[in-house]
């Protein structure tokens, strides 16, 4: 009787120490598993507003600069008097002044609020739409590859979702400082570029493709919002393709 009693105790502590070990194992695994996807889609974040601040908003990271920037714009666009090699020459100088030195760096405010206008519906009526405008064509391209069994839903979930997950501590930009909104204060002369909204990521099945959708309000009549397609490319997310949604 002692030793079955014995025996059933030993295979009781067993099946505990199992269910233990199989528990810890399976919660190390999420563990893993979140951070993975943090490292993978922060980089992508990083990555994307890193080349819409430098080659989309207007250059006003460039505003500490901006006697000099506005300078060289009018000497190139109005005046003729710099050809396009040396204004791009003249203009990274500045760049990489910001890039090397943190305190010439303009704040960029991260908007994580639901105020968003949803701009995407019904995809997949917008793909088979026969319509042939530039809009219409250039939505359909871009669109079309990401499309799976569920025939956009998932797509226009993400497009039409701020993305909250990521604060602006998570951004660590070498052309701005970015910040979180809340801390925009309107009658402090700071150095700025605007505010960004950004959608959550959509992948395709390889995870080398990318879509996202941005808000930027740069004024009262100052502002933009496209849809861009994005491609890894040696570790790096990269804008491939955008259209644009409004403009003011």
Not at 120 to 144: E, H, Y
Not at 188 to 211: P, Q
């Amino acid at each position: 009787m002692i030793h079955k009693l014995i025996r059933n105790n030993f295979c009781i502590s067993v099946v505990a120490i199992y269910i233990f070990l199989s528990v810890d194992c399976n919660y190390k695994s999420e563990i893993t598993k979140s951070i993975q996807r943090d490292t993978f889609e922060i980089s992508f974040y990083n990555n994307v507003l890193q080349e819409l601040v430098e080659d989309a908003f207007y250059q006003y990271y460039l505003n500490y600069f901006i006697d000099s920037a506005s300078s060289l714009f009018d000497d190139y666009y109005y005046k003729k008097i710099l050809d396009s090699a040396e204004y791009s020459s003249r203009i990274n100088i500045l760049r990489e002044q910001v890039l090397a030195d943190s305190t010439k760096r303009c704040n960029l405010y991260l908007d994580t609020t639901n105020f968003w206008k949803p701009q995407f519906t019904d995809i997949a009526s917008k793909i088979s739409d026969s319509s042939n405008t530039r809009f219409s064509v250039k939505l359909k391209s871009i669109l079309t590859p990401f499309l799976g069994s569920d025939k956009g839903t998932s797509i226009i979930d993400s497009l039409n979702s701020v993305q909250k997950r990521y604060s602006y501590i998570d951004f660590k930009l070498k052309a701005c400082k970015v910040k979180d909104l809340s801390s925009r204060k309107h009658f402090i002369n700071e150095c700025e570029i605007g505010v960004i909204r950004i959608s959550k990521m959509t992948l395709d099945s390889s995870k080398t493709k990318a879509l996202l959708y941005f808000e930027f309000y740069c004024g009262s009549k100052c502002g933009m919002g496209d849809l861009i397609s994005l491609e890894l490319i040696d570790g790096v997310w990269f804008i491939n393709g955008n259209l644009q949604f409004w403009i003011s």
